[in-house]
């Protein structure tokens, strides 16, 4: 299986494991412990969440039963918000929010109420790259060429990546992206590239894999650019969207809007938990990663997988949180 996430496990976690590997076990004998999914089942974050929820009980002390409880609604917010301020703060209720929720608060997106750095964040899944593909008819054959060369591109719903990242493109770059908006998902807006109505669409990696992957094998499809920090081993030579920052503040907005890539699908308990609970439930997320069974499950699935430990993935939400607020500012502007 060909994910650098499986070879390179043990690695990712020694550290963590480590540290949490004193801590004493919070008993959840007789105890529901509740996985939130902020959004619909049948999606890629309900996927992630019930395999983790499959996994997770014989890790926690009792070995408690484990359930997901999908909780959709305002893109994830609802249920982030319910997480924050509500749910109890006794290790049983853990939560899979969506990826750009510190985006969110920085951009100041209407309904935000939580900081982001005090939830007590377990680990991650998987990271979630998305590719801004092109068609093998259209002109344009790099991102460079899209500087002189127009693309019509599908988008989804006016926040979405599909529409952001190219506007952010063409307003910061100079590029040719011309978005046509309102498509209703990835399914669609593949369909529409195949019937010639647009010439680029974006999707995420791990279903590019999956969907049609012989548009891969046989370059039906062309990879422009991920929108991402840095390349993934993948996609080692397809440019990463930061590495086309022409100055510091350019580098700082994209990092920014790209950190929801890297945050994917994690696990999250509310703020306030005492130290104890937070480090046994690390400690479980570690073991759960490592769970044969777990293993087993995500290659016979053909899932991606790229874990990373809790205190890591605490580390990076909070340096996400630190941008100057004065070019937090500006990025508002591309996602208006």
């Known amino acids: 299986m060909p994910r650098s996430l499986l070879a390179g496990l043990a690695g990712l976690f020694l550290l963590a494991a480590g540290a949490a590997a004193g801590a004493a076990e919070t008993d959840y004998s007789g105890k529901t412990v509740t996985i939130l999914s902020c959004f619909a089942a049948g999606g890629g974050y309900d996927t992630y969440a019930r395999l983790y929820a499959a996994h997770l009980g014989p890790h926690l002390a009792g070995n408690p039963s484990v359930v997901v409880k999908n909780m959709p609604g305002a893109g994830g917010l609802a249920c982030t918000n319910s997480l924050y301020s509500t749910a ?83 307003e910061m770059l100079g ?48 990879n422009l650019v991920q929108y991402t920090a840095q390349r993934n081993a993948e996609l080692a030579e397809v440019p990463a969207v930061v590495e086309l920052a022409e100055t510091p503040e350019q580098k700082a907005i994209l990092s920014l809007y790209t950190s929801g890539s890297d945050i994917g699908r994690s696990i999250l308990a509310p703020p306030g938990l005492p130290d104890a609970i937070v480090a046994d439930a690390r400690r479980a997320f570690d073991d759960t990663m490592h769970d044969p069974q777990l293993l087993a499950d995500i290659k016979r699935n053909g899932l991606d997988f790229d874990p990373l430990a809790g205190a890591r993935l605490q580390a990076l939400v909070v340096e996400i949180t630190r941008i100057d607020p004065a070019l937090a500012e500006k990025a508002k502007h591309f996602s208006r």
Not at 118 to 131: A, D, H, T, Y
Request: glycine share 8%.
């Open 88 to 170: 109890p703060r006794d290790g049983t209720v853990q939560g899979m929010v969506p990826q750009n929720v510190a985006t969110a608060q920085l951009l100041g997106a209407p309904g935000t109420k939580y900081d982001v750095a005090k939830f007590n964040w377990l680990g991650r899944i998987n990271s979630n790259i998305e590719v801004q593909q092109l068609w093998h008819s259209s002109q344009a054959k790099t991102i460079a060429d899209v500087k002189r060369i127009q693309v019509v591109a599908a988008g989804t719903g006016p926040d979405s990546s599909s529409v952001v990242f190219p506007r952010i493109l063409d």
């Open 175 to 222: 590029m040719k992206f011309k978005v046509v908006p309102g498509y209703e998902g990835v399914s669609m807006v593949t369909l529409a590239m195949e019937r010639g109505e647009v010439e680029s669409i974006a999707r995420p990696w791990a279903l590019s894999k999956t969907v049609h992957p012989e548009w891969l094998k046989d370059k039906t499809i062309i």
